[in-house]
């Protein structure tokens, strides 16, 4: 599984490896050609999820602990798929990300923004036979991140596709429409221009629940003229 394809080259979508106003990629993009290394039955057909089956409640990243988490309450959901709009059934898709103060629940994680014993930050769930999946979660805040002066990341989370075998993960980012920080972020603007608008989610009446949690859809296509850029494949 993959996102380019001969319907999209990799350089249309895909943010480079190494981009300098993103100080990290310098120290840990590859200065040589890459040497690909031949798969094997257990790279392809390997197991994916983890040391437990998907739980049913797996996809519900506020009922993690023994209350209600702090923050606004989200449903985000969409569908996984390829360039023809055929869905991905039963694929892995998981999340993590900060809290509504934009700290993750994490050791490496020390700046001063409160944590939430309610909240830890990370969900799983299988697509339907429709490629559907869906979360619900708190909308997660900014938080510095250190990269240059003044440096804060646009409220995001982090998502990861699995298909069939451990080789055919693919990891991105989903946005909120209209955030400030989009502009200022090395991040989101490594991302090809033309394609920055398929990291960032719709708002969605429809997946709205009345007096409960706003919705927000994000659709993820796998390859083709409208791919979702995703890290790591360039």
């Known amino acids: 599984m993959t996102t380019a394809g001969p319907e999209a080259p990799p350089d249309l979508a895909e943010p480079p490896l190494a981009h300098p106003p993103y100080r990290s990629t310098t120290l840990r993009a590859p200065h040589r050609r890459l040497v690909p290394v031949p798969e094997t039955l257990t790279e392809e057909t390997g197991p994916v999820f983890g040391h437990d089956d998907v739980g049913p409640l797996d996809h519900d990243l506020t009922r993690q602990g023994t209350d209600e988490p702090q923050g606004q309450r989200i449903i985000v959901h969409g569908t996984v798929s390829d360039h023809r709009g055929h869905p991905l059934r039963a694929a892995l898709v998981e999340v993590w990300q900060a809290n509504a103060a934009g700290r993750y629940a994490h050791q490496v994680d020390q700046h001063p923004a409160p944590l939430d014993p309610n909240f830890w930050g990370g969900g799983r769930c299988l697509t339907d036979d429709d490629g559907h999946y869906q979360f619900v979660t708190i909308r997660p805040g900014a938080y510095p991140w250190g990269n240059h002066d003044n440096a804060w990341r646009p409220a995001h989370i982090h998502f990861s596709v699995f ?10 980012q989903m946005y909120f429409p209209g955030d400030p920080l989009f502009d200022l972020d090395p991040i989101f603007c490594a991302v090809p221009e033309r394609a920055r608008g398929r990291l960032v989610s719709s708002f969605d009446l429809g997946a709205t629940v009345p007096e ?3 919705g ?5 296509v796998l390859r083709g003229p409208g791919a979702t850029p995703f890290e790591g494949t360039g």
């Open 212 to 214: 409960w949690a706003l």
């Open 216 to 220: 927000y859809r994000f659709d993820l």
């Open 163 to 172: 298909g069939t075998g451990v080789v055919s993960r693919l990891v991105t």
